[in-house]
């Protein structure tokens, strides 16, 4: 059975520090997603992770997927408040048809 | 641009009623999903849904059914809900583009049972 755990659950940061959350999954698998959920909002999608070694950036974020480590990293660069949300990884097993498994979000706030 | 609507963003039903949550989509996609999404748990899947006529148990579907009579709506049911059933819940459809998936969610509704 697919299991995904994200590390912190919660985070509290000041702005301009950088930090990092973390996304360990339990078995083989080459697609990770992001996404980012704003506070009573639905949830966006913010990365698609493909391969062993693949890179996304967009802005101030940054992801990373290592699947012989099955770890997934979301980087944050001197974080603005803008960024404070909640955050969940998603893996799926790569077969046609099988769900998306989400680990549990990690709450981001980001003081002024 | 797609879109995933869901009939309404808050709900107030009290214990033992039969509850509907409409889901709809209009990009055609053949899978869809219910999640719940509770504080500290994250999204959990009730039920999900292939193609007309089909579905498949989540994690959590006890105390739940489900219905996808058309592509484009999935609903999901309570049968007699209960207090332990109020949560927020989000509907997603997602297609298949090359290696990967696309999933859209709607904007959720947030349920009450008192």
């Known amino acids: 059975e697919l299991k995904v755990e994200q590390n912190p659950l919660f985070l509290s940061m000041q702005e301009g520090k950088n930090y990092t959350i973390y996304c360990n999954y339990s078995?083989?698998?080459?697609?990770l997603y992001w996404y980012r959920q704003d506070p009573g909002k639905s949830l966006e999608s913010l990365f698609v992770?493909?391969?062993?070694?693949a890179v996304k950036q967009e802005g101030r974020l940054m992801a990373s997927l290592d699947t012989k480590a099955r770890l997934s990293t979301l980087h944050i660069t001197a974080a603005v408040h803008d960024l404070s949300a909640t955050y969940f990884c998603?893996?799926?097993?790569?077969?046609?048809?099988?769900?998306?498994?989400f680990g549990k979000g990690t709450r981001l706030h980001i003081l002024p | 641009d797609v879109k995933v609507t869901q009939s309404s963003r808050y709900l107030v039903k009290r214990t033992g009623e039969k509850v509907f949550l409409e889901c709809v989509q209009d990009?055609?996609?053949?899978?869809m999903f219910w999640y719940r999404q509770d504080p500290g748990l994250g999204l959990r899947l009730i039920y999900f849904?292939?193609?007309?006529?089909?579905?498949e148990k989540g994690d959590i579907p006890e105390g739940y059914s489900v219905s996808r009579e058309k592509k484009e709506r999935f609903s999901l049911i309570l049968e007699s809900a209960s207090t332990n059933q109020t949560s927020m819940y989000l509907c997603?459809?997602?297609?298949?583009?090359?290696?990967?998936?696309?999933?859209?969610f709607g904007p959720g509704t947030r349920l009450t049972v008192t």
């Open positions: 992770l493909l391969s062993n070694g």
């Open positions: 997603a459809s997602r297609e298949l583009t090359g290696i990967h998936y696309e999933q859209y």
């Open positions: 998603a893996v799926d097993m790569g077969h046609r048809d099988d769900k998306i498994i």
């Open positions: 078995t083989t698998s080459d697609r």
């Open positions: 990009m055609d996609h053949e899978n």
């Open positions: 849904s292939y193609d007309v006529k089909m579905k």
